[in-house]
């Protein structure tokens, strides 16, 4: 042990003599590792944002949205003909839900929302809300937990009692110095009672694109309040089918021509469907189209969207392009370690006479080997040290400066730390052979 501890003594010296080639050799071993250590964090804090989305949007749910007034005119103007008589839609609405629940085998649960902008009041205290109108299976669609507080029961629900689950950031706002549950906060024109306030839940755009709101500084209430006690946008009126209008300003009485909406408004803004296997999601939702059609008399009004399967592809591209990342990344490495190679045989080459005065006076090849091996794999050690902390920070300045979330895992630090270790070790086991291997006589005379 003694005699390999002076030999690593030795190999430290050598390094340490010549700083600037060492610190220039471990240079691609710093980088390589800093990148592959970064890169591995982008791939895991994507992941990380992909699995939070996933508990946002549910597992194994298709997400129908009514189409923009917008769409739903663009739609009608490029059917075949565009002379054609505009048909008429009942929109989206709660018999759409009620009638697929009772007509596909492979759904679990369905929930129906329904959401309006207002004006929440408490104490003189104002704060604008999205109120929504939803059904007890929407909380566990969503993962949504409550912090404290009771769901909504059958009662509340059927008879469209006044009470209402508030986010934490309405808690917050507007119950800062008391106890929110059991209190009444005015919404619109309408008193309701807090039941329970809900656990807080990170919100990202690709969430909201996918129809998740921002549940944090929701009001929510059972559907039937909403319908009841504000306002259902299905009633059908005179002005959905246009024609003379009379308008009264004044004394005055104006008659104007107005056109029809062709079918009643949406009910709802949104119908969340669960399917009970992964494998059904696809044949569900082409079920759900043909039943939507039928019952929507073929108008395209609405969109179908399947978060889990948008978002496992995401993670798909992500990961392809995660590995690619890693293996230029990894190339960096095995670019630097072929420095290593290059600097330890130039080594060798100025090192012969050192090399021939160490076999004279007593050391064996294995020793010789030893000796350049310890240099090449310090170096790389040391290199993949540095680089482990330059893989921190560019990692935390990612996150910083641009908003992407990063994770750094000991995973990817050991795999990383070993990678550059390895090099060293495979890299630096040609140029010690090499020096093994010189004569010891022929050294002993080489200037």
């Known amino acids: 042990m003694e005699r390999y501890l002076q030999i690593l ?26 990148a592959v250590i970064s890169m591995m964090a982008i791939g895991n804090g994507a992941r990380q944002e992909i699995l939070e989305q996933m508990k946002l949007v549910g597992v194994n749910n298709i997400v129908i949205l009514p189409k923009s007034d917008a769409d739903n005119k663009k739609s009608a103007d490029e059917e075949e003909g565009k002379t054609l008589k505009k048909k008429f839609s009942p929109g989206l609405n709660l018999k759409d839900a009620e009638n697929l629940a009772a007509s596909i085998p492979t759904i679990e649960k369905v929930s129906s929302e329904a959401t309006y902008n207002i004006l929440a009041i408490r104490k003189g ?24 507080g009771e769901f909504f029961n059958s009662w509340q629900v059927s008879k469209g009692e006044p009470v209402c689950i508030i986010g934490p950031e309405i808690e917050a706002k507007l119950f800062a110095k008391e106890d929110a549950l059991g209190k009444y906060v005015k919404c619109g024109t309408v008193w ?55 308008f009264r300003f004044g004394n005055s009485v104006t008659m104007m021509q107005t056109e029809g909406s062709g079918g009643g408004a949406n009910q709802l803004d949104k119908i969340v469907v669960q399917v009970k296997e992964t494998s059904q999601l696809s044949a569900t939702s082409k079920i759900i189209k043909q039943i939507l059609d039928r019952r929507h008399k073929g108008v ?34 095995v670019v630097g370690g072929i420095g290593i190679m290059n600097i330890m045989l130039a080594s060798v080459m100025e090192r012969i006479r050192e090399i021939g005065v160490r076999r004279a006076t007593g050391a064996t090849k294995k020793d010789i080997v030893f000796q350049f091996l310890a240099e ?32 750094v895992s000991f995973i990817s630090i050991a ?4 990678v550059a270790a390895s090099v060293g070790i495979v890299f630096g086991w040609l140029p010690a052979r090499k020096a093994s291997e010189q004569d010891p006589v022929e050294s002993l005379r080489h200037d």
């Open 125 to 148: 205290k104002k704060l604008s809300v999205e109120l929504s109108g939803v059904t007890p299976d929407f909380f566990g669609l969503f993962n949504q937990t409550l912090k404290k």
């Open 376 to 407: 090449a794999t310090f170096i790389s050690v040391s290199g993949g040290l540095l680089g482990i902390l330059l893989g921190v920070i560019i990692a935390k300045v990612i996150t910083v400066t641009t908003g992407i979330l990063t994770i």
């Open 9 to 34: 003594s030795v190999s430290l010296e050598a390094v340490f003599v010549n700083k600037t080639r060492s610190i220039l050799t471990a240079l691609g071993i710093i980088f390589g590792v800093g």
């Open 300 to 333: 395209d009004d609405y969109e179908i969207k399947i978060p889990e399967l948008l978002l496992k592809q995401e993670q798909k591209t992500k990961d392809i392009f995660n590995i690619v990342l890693g293996a230029i990344a990894g190339i960096s490495l």
């Open 192 to 246: 309701l009672r807090v039941i329970g306030v809900l656990e807080g839940v990170r919100i990202n755009e690709k969430a909201e694109e996918m129809g998740i709101s921002n549940y944090n500084l929701n009001v929510f209430t059972p559907i039937k309040t909403l319908l009841l006690r504000y306002k259902d946008r299905s009633v059908i009126n005179k002005a959905s089918f246009g024609g003379t209008q009379t």
């Open 415 to 418: 795999i990383s730390f070993g």
